[in-house]
């Protein structure tokens, strides 16, 4: 067994779309555990969309990753070594490991997970942190109700591939957005979507508006906003008096830093915005799911048995291999994932 | 007694500001009452920012006025006439009586007033429709806590007044918005603000922000918002997280029906509002309080002792006859009015 481990740092700040030379790999020792400590072997890290906007040096609610500082994010891995009582070589903990074969913790924040009880990357998916936002999201503050319409974009991902199944399963409408036929299929026939409209078919909000009207004849109740850009300027005069909007990213806006120049920001104003929120009585939160950690049983007590029994289903994109992990997640901010990306690195 | 009556209709659509020619002065007999009708002499009638946004034919909460049709708002008088059972003659009741002398009524929608027990006009400010909505924001969307800071513009207004005074007696710090030195002095000696700034003395929004970062040292954790442009611009950088934005009005923009090219919308895009919303966990909520008169009850309960022990203080800005409303409404749009606007017609 090798005695390096490798890891992804930030090599340099992206302008626009990341590329593969904004990331460098690197090898090292594997660390040994300070009194207190145990050392991961990580074997699932997680890509996902706000690991953008850690790449910039921007204000948000969280620090940017520094320059030459290792990629952060949630993965999972076993103990295969420990200094700290609370931990034993051979558990499974899920942390925020970072991109890198190898970590070191404290003990602090982790969560430990059996991986007899799901598989260890449903922990980064379904069962983590995307499946809980999704839940959270809906319920905190998408207030869902019997016989109303919600869209949600990125049908088929993990945050809106939780959310759409949660609000079928209450009985509500739900029509997914999502790039792409084959995607729309999936949010279809695999997750049970009512409809499914491809973004991609359409250039300008206003077609894909006329499409979504199609899908949507009692307007929209509860969009909940995980990608901004076009879709939101698509759905925003679509919203029903006392609609919600939970707002728990906005994917489309990232490679610019949610500031940029782009088509959508020349008709998407902040007076438009302002007004159909106050003129539709609209109820709009911003929210990340770390704020909520204390509702994570509730999400487990909730969703683990509609996951076992086949009501919640799960759909993932591995990529194998750390070396793999830059481009995997430059394809996942194209969009040409199909599921909750993750990379295989055991 | 003369039998004349006289009423305000909307002669033309505004293009930005209201003029003198936008509005006409009619001259009719006073109606008699149809079978459960009654005949209402107005007293007081009301004059809101709202009122702006039901001139333009553009989609809101409420049906455009039409042209030639006459002016909307509430207002209160009594009855010198009856075919109703529930209401006689000399009794006082509140409604939509709109700009007028006189007007009949089928009572529905009327809420009957006792002049004993509070001042006519009050039921047009303190205790009426600007009092109810600053009462039930603040407690319903702005959930406001101990220690907190709240920040309200038009802040001497009855809407702005209202707000201010409630969190200033639930321990909040309060720092009004207001035009002019006059306002400001207002704010805070009349009305007990911590303190007040003057927008009218900054060009730019930062320049606002500059100063009201001194009176906020602990950044923002609600936001009433009710006039929109400039002052949103220099608020929103400054929102805590968790903060809330309860909207009910956007003064700011009423002259360009919300939509306009001006020099606030060149920078408040879209896409800043909503990553702001997102990254600072902000709940922005809008509303009309016409959507909640169930909760009329248990404002009256709250702040009518209030208002009757000095702990709700009041200023009204009173213009007497009908042919001078619409300069009074032209003035209470630029911010020229002390108090709430009424217009005492007998």
Redesign the interface.
């Known amino acids: 067994m090798s005695d390096k481990m490798q890891q992804i740092v930030l090599a340099s700040r992206p302008t626009g779309a990341p590329t593969a030379d904004n990331f460098r790999l690197e090898e090292s020792q594997i660390p040994t555990a300070g009194p207190g400590e145990i050392v991961v072997e990580v074997h699932y890290m997680s890509l996902d969309p706000y690991m953008r906007g850690r790449m910039d040096d921007a ?3 969280a620090a940017p990753v520094p320059l030459d500082g290792k990629m952060e994010g949630g993965a999972v891995g076993r103990v295969i070594e420990s200094r700290n009582d609370k931990y034993a070589v051979g558990d499974h903990v899920m942390g925020a490991f970072g991109w890198a074969t190898h970590a070191t913790s404290d003990g602090e924040g982790l969560a430990r997970v059996d991986p007899d009880q799901v598989p260890l990357s449903y922990t980064l998916g379904v069962m983590g942190m995307p499946g809980f936002t999704g839940w959270f999201g809906l319920m905190e503050h998408g207030r869902p109700k019997e016989g109303e319409t919600l869209v949600v974009a990125a049908a088929t991902g993990p945050v809106g591939s939780m959310v759409g199944q949660l609000a079928k399963s209450m009985g509500l409408r739900v029509v997914g957005i999502a790039g792409g036929a084959d995607k729309c299929s999936l949010a279809v026939d695999h997750f049970g979507f009512d409809a499914c409209v491809d973004h991609r078919a359409f250039d300008s909000a206003s077609d894909l508006r006329r499409a979504l009207k199609e899908e949507c004849p009692d307007g929209i109740d509860i969009y909940f ?1 995980n990608v ?1 850009g076009k879709v ?1 300027e698509a759905v925003l005069p679509m919203m029903n ?1 006392f609609g919600r909007i939970p ?4 994917i489309a ?1 990232y490679n ?1 830093g ?3 120049a ?1 088509a ?2 020349q008709t ?8 159909t ?12 799911i770390s ?1 909520h950690w204390d509702r994570m049983g509730e999400f487990h007590a909730t969703v683990g048995p509609m996951l076992a029994d086949g009501r919640i289903k799960t759909l993932e994109d591995v990529t194998e291999g750390l070396e793999n992990a830059p481009e995997a997640f430059i394809n996942l901010l194209e969009g040409g994932n199909n599921g909750k990306a993750v990379v295989k690195l055991v």
């Open positions: 204000k948000s609610y906003e901004g939101l008096a707002i728990c990213g906005m806006w610019e949610g500031l940029g782009s959508q920001e998407l104003t902040g007076p438009r915005l302002w007004r929120i106050l003129v539709n009585f609209l109820s709009v939160n911003g929210f990340i704020n």
